[in-house]
Structures are given as structure tokens and as C-alpha cells.
């Protein structure tokens, strides 16, 4: 079945670098999501993109990041200048349709020192 | 306001007994979708069920079946059969069609199945 990658599975950095997260979605599909888990917390939506644009953003979602696909399958995220409140688990989800189900990836568990 | 609650933190059931996970929601879209997910202390979403606004039927997947009260605005999951790889944190969430396509969760139950 086919599934969303996500790389690296977990990404250690210093405040203050900035970080890019990658995400195959799955290849036929359209819309695509970024969402965050603090730890111990409920997942939050952070931006959609489609037709090459963000469709959705959150307030989270602020000028330190921003989305990108760089090619046919890559989706990144990238956070300019990394905060300690930046750490959590960090998911793409990708959907065929935008009323269809999410299917996630497995996320990168992004550490702040 | 909360779009979705989950009212229970942490649930307790016995292998092979049936369990029923609670989610309410708020929205005044008429047209939304209601989904459940897994998370396993691995961390990974891991997608069970899916619930359209229109759909007149609960929707099944297997052990999982999504008991639908749209007059009450709940969406609880239940599982039959409890297995011990069912042990997980499971989230409720929903898409508000006129709002965007953002899935708000719930902040989720834990869920221990004992033998």
C-alpha cells in the first residue's frame, strides 16, 4: 500500500539554525498538509498547499516557516531560525481529494537545544 | 470553544471485550467529515475511519465502526474485540468543508487493553 515518507525521523539542531523537513506524499495525490504534536499534546494543523500555493495556514504557522515543493515528489518544511517551543513531532499528510481522508507519515520528532 | 472533544483521557478494557471511545464535536458547517486515528507509542498516525456529514449509515472498517449521532453532534468510536495491539492513543478530528480543509483533533484517549 503505498504510504507518506517522511525524512529524517528525528532532526537534533541548535537554536536558532534552521531546519528543513522532508516529505514524499503519496504519488498521486494533490493536497498537501504539515500538522505538529508537542509533546503530550493534540496534533495541530499548521499549513495546506495545492496547486503549487498554500491553500490554509494556521496561526502557528508564522513568518519562520515556510512550505515548499521543489520537484514532482518532494513537500518540505522549513523553519528559518529554530526556538526551543519549536520541538515536537512534526507530520505530512497527503490526500487525493481534499474531502478524503489524510494519510500521515510517520513523522520527524524535531529536537531544539 | 473546542471543535472537538474528548472527554475520557484514559480507557481500561479487557482482551476481546468490545470498547467505545468518545468524541463530540462542534460546527456549524453542514457539510464536515469525522475521522479517527491511532497513534502507537511508535508516534505514528495511523488512519482507522472516516464518517462524511451526509452519510446516512455508520461507517465500518472491520473491528472499528463509527457510531454516528449527528442530532447530538457525537461521533464515538467503537472497537470489538479488543487485542492487545490495540493498546494506543486514539484521536478524534474533523474537516469543516466551508472552513478550509484543516483537520482539528480532539486531544486524544489513551487506550490500555489488558489480558
Redesign the interface.
Given at each position: 500500500e503505498p504510504e507518506v515518507t517522511q525524512t529524517p525521523s528525528h532532526q537534533v539542531t541548535q537554536m536558532g539554525q534552521e531546519v528543513i523537513l522532508r516529505c514524499v506524499p503519496i504519488s498521486n495525490h494533490l493536497?498537501f498538509?504539515w500538522?505538529r504534536q508537542i509533546l503530550g499534546?493534540?496534533?495541530?494543523?499548521l499549513v495546506?498547499f495545492y496547486n503549487n500555493e498554500i491553500?490554509?495556514k494556521?496561526e502557528i504557522f508564522d513568518d519562520q516557516f515556510s512550505v515548499e515543493r521543489p520537484d514532482g515528489s518532494n513537500f518540505t518544511l522549513k523553519i528559518r531560525s529554530t526556538k526551543l517551543e519549536d520541538s515536537a513531532?512534526y507530520?505530512c499528510?497527503s490526500t487525493g481529494e481534499?474531502?478524503?481522508?489524510?494519510?500521515?507519515?510517520?513523522?520527524t520528532?524535531l529536537s531544539i537545544l | 470553544a473546542q471543535k472537538i472533544t474528548q472527554t475520557q483521557p484514559g480507557m481500561f478494557v479487557q482482551e476481546k471485550e468490545a470498547v467505545t471511545l468518545d468524541c463530540t464535536y462542534d460546527t456549524s458547517d453542514q457539510s464536515y467529515g469525522l475521522f479517527w486515528y491511532k497513534q502507537p507509542s511508535s508516534g505514528e498516525m495511523i488512519f482507522l475511519i472516516y464518517q462524511g456529514s451526509y452519510d446516512e449509515q455508520n461507517a465500518t472498517e472491520g473491528r472499528y465502526s463509527l457510531n454516528f449521532q449527528k442530532a447530538r453532534k457525537s461521533a464515538n468510536l467503537v472497537i470489538s474485540a479488543s487485542q492487545l495491539g490495540d493498546s494506543a492513543m486514539y484521536f478524534c478530528a474533523m474537516r469543516e468543508d466551508y472552513s478550509g480543509y484543516a483537520l482539528n483533533f480532539g486531544k486524544g484517549t489513551s487506550l490500555l487493553v489488558t489480558p
Open positions: 493536497y498538509y500538522y499534546q493534540k496534533v495541530e494543523f495546506s491553500s490554509e494556521s513531532m507530520f499528510a481534499s474531502n478524503q481522508p489524510q494519510h500521515f507519515g510517520d513523522g520528532r | -
